[in-house]
């Protein structure tokens, strides 16, 4: 049993010990989620908090966007520290995080 509140030790728990900052294919079985939106407020709720923004390869985008993105072509959803966001979009630090999702090749 959790008792704790902090998000990233809830999140570790409920992806059953895996690195809470990334959502991999293996978590996104076919048929299980509509789209990537539904995914990550399933698997990770929290990450959709003080979002700064979404990119997927590369472009920003926005979260309705993540509605039309199909599951199955992801193959890997990835929370960014604001510093790290910072060191690969052209970003400024105006929230906790943000997201990126990487298409299977």
């Known amino acids: 049993t959790v ?4 998000p990233e ?6 992806s059953g010990g895996s690195d809470s900052s990334v959502i991999t294919a293996e978590e996104l079985p076919a048929g299980r989620f509509a789209n990537a939106e539904e995914a990550i ?5 929290t990450w959709l908090i003080r979002l700064g923004g979404i990119f997927v390869e590369g472009h920003e985008t926005s ?9 199955a072509a992801i193959a890997e959803i990835r929370r960014l520290r604001c510093e790290q966001a ?3 979009y052209p970003v400024s630090c105006v929230s906790n995080h943000y997201l990126e999702i990487t298409r299977k090749r």
């Not at 008792?3 to 902090?6: A, D, L, P």
């Not at 407020?41 to 709720?45: A, G, I, K, V, Y």
């Open 41 to 45: 407020r399933r698997l990770r709720p």
């Open 3 to 6: 008792c704790s509140t902090e």
């Open 86 to 88: 910072m060191a690969r």
């Open 63 to 71: 979260l309705e966007t993540l509605r039309l993105e199909p599951v």
């Open 9 to 14: 030790r809830l999140e570790l728990t409920a």
